[in-house]
């Protein structure tokens, strides 16, 4: 009896931990609830059974396949208006033991930010009340709440001054709060480098429900929220950039060459020439969208008779000429470059994304150059049926110029260009093959990419990658360096640590949050 009991015992003891660790009980729901209910006003909070619940789940994401009805929901949704909800809601939900996703552009290519892969209690905190952006043109410097998107961003940028901009993303509805957590890059990289090379400040609420700017959150948290990913180490609510300047007009243009037209020799020349241009200059490509196709994107901040000139000397395979290019303020090249020359300004504005079509990405970074032989295997993987595209962002300046270790985020010196796969299917449809291409064609790149490891952007999350495990109450340090080191390479011990100073807990948690390493580990 008293044997049974002894060895029964631990096996209870793990149920009973398992239950409280991943479904809290109706009654800590219960709890939960009005907690929220007794420091946020109703209108601010969205139950699964308030009529609005699916309308504002389904604001901002822009992948159908990451919700479908076995998605696994928000027990309720809250979106506050001040920055003393958001430390409430952290209070309430670490007292009646309900995790967190924060949510503030909903661009995460796998949606942690507003579902769980596997069942669990939570509550989704959405920024989208708290976006503004607050611009102080004599010091070029602006705030910008976590909620606003880059579009809303680069708007009050430009209503202020004419002669300023920010160094951030191509695709104005992401958001500020996912995009600068995992460092954040666009047209501007090579002159300016990251979104998070330009941040002075944040403020930050943390698992205790704090509220902390760059100086009371310590060194290695500032270090860390600038590039080491989403949701680990607390909410940021708004954060200080330095803006920077530009020439009253930029140029941009777009060739595409076919593969008839010498597509394969000129993008095998354009590895080594784009990541060592002048930084005024960015050329990025896509391969794919036209079939067998390679379309060179630029944008250069000057003049075209001087662009015109440059790549006369550097370039001249591309075959520019005046026909291609144009000038424009740079506000302009905004919508113009990702949304095609018929987009007005005010487009940017715009937060709807069409939910057409469902999507997988990855990524992938290239330090030696790809030969002439495997681009014309690539070319032929690109003409498969269910195909993705490629887009390759070319690195040097300003971003390579910093140490790895500057910011979590550690692809810098020695990278030629970033590599982003993109397969794409209708949204009814279920996309199988498309996944397969993606991750066949993923496998074929290996050898012709980074290693050990080789290197990911956090930022095109793929939780092919790796999932965090959870050991006892704790993210295992050991299982997620598997897809951290591709992420963070050496920064990821120093973001483990300096979670295990902000959050030893583990409140903030998701599939690929940091782990807490805490001494003695
Ligand atoms: C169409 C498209 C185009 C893109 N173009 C670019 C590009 O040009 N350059 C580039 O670098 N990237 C680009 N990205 C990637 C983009 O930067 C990331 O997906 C980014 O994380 C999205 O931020 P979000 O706020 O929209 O996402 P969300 O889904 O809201 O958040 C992403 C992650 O960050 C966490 N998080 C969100 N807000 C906060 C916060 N305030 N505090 C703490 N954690 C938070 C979330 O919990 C989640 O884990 C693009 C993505 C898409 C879908
Ligand atoms: C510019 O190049 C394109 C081909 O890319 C050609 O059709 C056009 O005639 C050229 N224009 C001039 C002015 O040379
Ligand atoms: C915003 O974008 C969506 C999706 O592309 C589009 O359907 C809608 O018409 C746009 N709204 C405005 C006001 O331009
Ligand atoms: C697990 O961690 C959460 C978040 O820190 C905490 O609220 C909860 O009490 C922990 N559960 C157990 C069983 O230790």
Request: overall charge positive; proline content about 5%.
């Amino acid at each position: 009896m008293a044997a049974i009991s002894r060895s029964l015992a631990p096996a209870l003891f793990f149920i009973v931990l398992f239950c409280f660790a991943s479904v809290p009980s109706l009654a800590s729901s219960d709890g939960f609830l009005q907690c929220l209910s007794s420091a946020i006003p109703k209108q601010l909070l969205y139950t699964q059974s308030s009529p609005s619940f699916t309308t504002v789940l389904v604001s901002s994401t822009w992948n159908p396949k990451l919700l479908t009805p076995s998605t696994v929901r928000p027990l309720v949704i809250v979106t506050p208006s001040s920055a003393s909800h958001v430390q409430a809601t952290v209070v309430c939900g670490r007292h009646h033991d309900v995790r967190i996703r924060v949510r503030s552009g909903g661009h995460d290519f796998e949606g942690l930010s507003y579902r769980s892969v596997r069942p669990e209690v939570f509550a989704v905190v959405d920024l989208n009340k708290m976006r503004s952006v607050r611009v102080n043109r004599n010091a070029a410097t602006a705030w910008v709440d976590s909620g606003a998107t880059l579009g809303e961003l680069y708007y009050a940028v430009s209503k202020a001054s004419k002669r300023l901009a920010f160094p951030a993303g191509l695709c104005p509805t992401v958001g500020v709060g996912g995009h600068f957590s995992g460092g954040g890059f666009g047209m501007l990289l090579r002159k300016y480098g990251l979104a998070i090379d330009n941040v002075l400040d944040a403020t930050l609420v943390d698992a205790e429900g704090r509220l902390l700017d760059k100086k009371a959150m310590g060194r290695d948290v500032f270090w860390a929220i600038r590039g080491g990913g989403g949701e680990s180490f607390g909410i940021v609510l708004s954060w200080k950039v330095k803006l920077v300047p530009v020439p009253p007009k930029v140029t941009v243009f777009s060739v595409s060459k076919s593969i008839d037209e010498g597509a394969i020799d000129i993008l095998t020349k354009w590895q080594q020439v784009a990541p060592s241009l002048p930084e005024d200059m960015f050329i990025r490509v896509q391969v794919g969208v036209q079939k067998q196709v390679a379309e060179f994107q630029s944008l250069y901040l000057g003049t075209s008779g001087a662009l015109l000139q440059l790549m006369e000397r550097r370039f001249p395979e591309l075959g520019l000429n005046q026909t291609h290019c144009k000038e424009m303020a740079w506000i302009q090249s905004v919508p113009y470059s990702y949304l095609g020359s018929a987009a007005t300004v005010e487009d940017i504005l715009n937060r709807t994304y069409s939910l057409d079509y469902s999507n997988k990405g990855t990524s992938d970074y290239v330090r030696e150059a790809i030969t002439k032989d495997v681009w014309v295997k690539i070319f032929g993987w690109l003409a498969k049926q269910d195909a993705g595209i490629m887009v390759m962002d070319p690195y040097g300046g300003k971003i390579s110029s910093s140490p790895e270790s500057a910011t979590p985020f550690p692809h810098r010196g020695g990278v030629l260009y970033n590599i982003q796969y993109l397969n794409f299917w209708p949204a009814a449809t279920n996309g199988a093959s498309h996944v397969k291409w993606l991750k066949d064609f993923y496998a074929f790149m290996g050898p012709h990419v980074s290693k050990n490891p080789r290197e990911a952007y956090v930022n095109y999350r793929d939780l092919d990658l790796g999932e965090n495990v959870v050991v006892g109450n704790i993210t295992s340090y050991k299982a997620a360096k598997v897809w951290g080191e591709k992420y963070y390479k050496s920064n990821f011990k120093r973001l483990a640590i300096a979670k295990g100073k902000v959050d030893p807990h583990d409140y903030f948690r998701n599939e690929q949050s940091i782990p807490p390493l805490v001494a003695g580990q």
